[in-house]
């Protein structure tokens, strides 16, 4: 049975693993071209850059002005995402909402005890780019090593987290309505 760890740094973001309700992005490799991070970086070079809630809310954005391949746009790229998401509801996670946009993927999820977040992250990505690398050879990864995670805290923090997650293909200008956008547990109403 494996051990949650709290707080940790593999790399450059620290993440939180516990027995909690997480928020987690994951993105393509390709999502934030380096010309567009190392603008960013610039702009926000007075502000601790990891551990800024701007920096995030900003490369949020970033993301759904669509950079990169965005592979999955396209159905069958984000129905092995969504797949694999509901998949590992109930094995390695509680999946509470989902969205798969273009270029990234939003969850929320609860871990339970001996499934941490890096196992369940792991799963997920190895399986997927296995997957979306039959569909587009020619990428040479598919999704970046980092990841965004942020616990939730409170009842408020999580419907807001739902509500984000729901309405971002919204935001982006996919869809009118949460509910009309395919990839996500607001047009399935859950997993």
Request: neutral net charge; proline residues 5%; hydrophobic residues 35%.
């Amino acid at each position: 049975m494996s051990e949650h760890r709290g707080w940790f740094r593999p790399r450059n973001l620290l993440h939180f693993d516990a027995e909690v309700t997480q928020s987690i992005t994951i993105r393509l490799d390709d999502s934030l071209p380096k010309e567009v991070l190392l603008r960013l970086t610039e702009e926000m070079k007075d502000v601790k850059a990891n551990q800024s809630i701007e920096r995030v809310k900003r490369i949020e954005s970033l993301l759904d002005n669509a950079h990169g391949s965005c592979i999955l746009r396209e159905p069958k790229c984000a129905q092995i995402v969504q797949d694999a998401l509901l998949f590992l509801h109930e094995k390695r996670f509680e999946l509470r909402a989902w969205v798969v946009m273009p270029n990234h993927a939003h969850f929320l999820a609860r871990f339970e005890p001996g499934q941490t977040l890096e196992k369940a992250l792991h799963s997920l990505k190895s399986y997927t780019a296995h997957e979306l690398k039959k569909l587009h050879p020619e990428m040479q990864g598919i999704w970046q090593i980092e990841y965004f995670d942020r616990y939730i805290r409170n009842e408020n923090h999580y419907w807001n987290a739902v509500n984000y997650i729901h309405g971002n293909p919204v935001e982006a200008g996919l869809c009118k309505r949460p509910e009309d956008f395919p990839w996500s547990s607001a047009f399935h109403q859950g997993p």
